[in-house]
C-alpha cells in the first residue's frame, strides 16, 4: 500500500501562483508515472498534469504554459506550480501514482486525499 499526501492548496487571487507537493511513502519497489487530477463541483475529475520516471510531462490543454509539473525521484514526490492562476482552476487538486510494490509486480495505482484550490478575488 502507498499513501500520497498532498500538500500547499489554498485561496489565491486570480493571477497568483501556488505550488503544490505530493510524497509518496509505502511499499514503493518503483514509481512510474505520477500526476494531478482536478475535480470542480459538480464537474468530472480532469487529468491536469503528468510525469513519468523519466520526467515526460503532459499537460491538459487548459494549463498549458501556466503550470509546470516536476518530480524528485529521490523523494517520491511531485510538484505543481501553478501560475497565472484564473477562477476556472478552482478545483479539488488530486495526486495520482502508479507504482509497482516488487520487482515483477503488477502496477498499483494510488490517489491521494485531495487539496482545495480556490482563485477567488
Known amino acids: 500500500q502507498v499513501q500520497l499526501v498532498e500538500s500547499g492548496g489554498g485561496l489565491v487571487q486570480p493571477g497568483g501562483s501556488l505550488r503544490l507537493s505530493c510524497a509518496a511513502s509505502?511499499?514503493?519497489?518503483?514509481?512510474?508515472?505520477m500526476g494531478w487530477y482536478r475535480q470542480a463541483p459538480g464537474k468530472e475529475r480532469e487529468l491536469v498534469a503528468t510525469?513519468?520516471?523519466?520526467?515526460?510531462?503532459n499537460y491538459a490543454d487548459s494549463v498549458k504554459g501556466r503550470f509546470t509539473i516536476s518530480r524528485d525521484n529521490a523523494k517520491n514526490t511531485v510538484y505543481l506550480q501553478m501560475n497565472s492562476l484564473k477562477p476556472e482552476d478552482t478545483a479539488v487538486y488530486y495526486c495520482?501514482?502508479?507504482?509497482?510494490?516488487?520487482?515483477?509486480?503488477?502496477?498499483?495505482?494510488?490517489w491521494g486525499q485531495g487539496t482545495q484550490v480556490t482563485v477567488s478575488s
Open positions: 509505502g511499499s514503493i519497489f518503483s514509481i512510474n508515472a
Open positions: 510525469i513519468t520516471s523519466g520526467l515526460s510531462t
Open positions: 495520482n501514482a502508479k507504482y509497482r510494490d516488487s520487482a515483477s509486480g503488477p502496477l498499483f495505482g494510488s
